[in-house]
């Protein structure tokens, strides 16, 4: 099976504007989930899709967010960029809805706010 | 709420070594215990897991024995290769969290020739 790919890979942005990232689970998982990872603050939680539900959400604000398509596919958005946004944006993806489970991760995508 | 600690890197060792990187946590209830590894310009690869006390996750050499009684999850293995050179996470996910997951702060570990 191909695993999780993200699209695109990186990205430069400037403060204000608006971002959309993509990721392509891998064929048959329904359970979609995004972290932010940046060298201050480590590997951070944004949110979960399931069957296109967001189930759990973590502590950013409400700049981000996201969705999922009925095959899956998620796709996050920020907002008016600040700064700190910028980071390395992973996605993962598990065969459950729940329970004990392996998540794949995805190259990420880069993004750069200038 | 959910946290893992884990040791500040970096940590250097020569080919053939002995590494352990500490991992600690903290949760209610019985979480699952993961360990994943990042190499430069890659996202993350699972590397182990656990998923109940005494359980031991092995994969390529590595091990790590999920242990209760002291909130632990330590990798261990027992002669590295150039090749270990990565970045490694520790990870809970609670049993009411479906999917998240929680990271300790990552280990650079280098391994010389």
């Known amino acids: 099976k191909a695993g999780v790919t993200q699209t695109p890979r990186y990205l430069i942005k400037t403060r204000g504007q608006q971002v959309t990232l993509s990721c392509s689970p891998i064929s048959g998982h329904r359970s979609v989930s995004w972290y932010q990872q940046t060298p201050g603050q480590g590997l951070q939680f944004l949110f979960e899709y399931f069957s296109e539900t967001q189930r759990n959400k973590g502590n950013f604000p409400g700049r981000f967010s996201g969705r999922q398509f009925s095959n899956s596919r998620s796709e996050m958005n920020v907002s008016t960029l600040e700064l700190g946004d910028s980071a390395l944006y992973l996605c993962?993806?598990?065969?459950?809805?729940?329970?004990?489970?392996?998540?794949?991760f995805g190259p990420g995508t880069r993004l750069t706010v200038l | 709420g959910d946290s893992v600690t884990q040791m500040e890197g970096p940590v250097t060792l020569s080919e053939e070594a002995f590494l352990t990187i500490n991992c600690t946590y903290t949760?209610?209830?019985?979480?699952?215990l993961f360990w994943y590894v990042q190499y430069p310009g890659e996202g993350l690869q699972l590397l182990l897991k656990?998923?109940?006390?005494?359980d031991k996750g092995s994969n390529k050499g590595f091990e790590a024995t999920y242990r209760k009684e002291t909130t632990s999850f330590h990798l261990e293995k027992g002669s590295v290769q150039v090749s270990d050179s990565a970045v490694y996470f520790c990870a809970l996910r609670g049993k009411a969290a479906g999917n998240k997951l929680t990271f300790g702060g990552g280990t650079r570990v280098l391994v010389k020739p």
């Open positions: 993962a993806s598990s065969d459950r809805g729940g329970g004990p489970d392996t998540q794949y």
């Open positions: 656990a998923t109940k006390a005494d």
């Open positions: 949760a209610t209830g019985y979480p699952s």
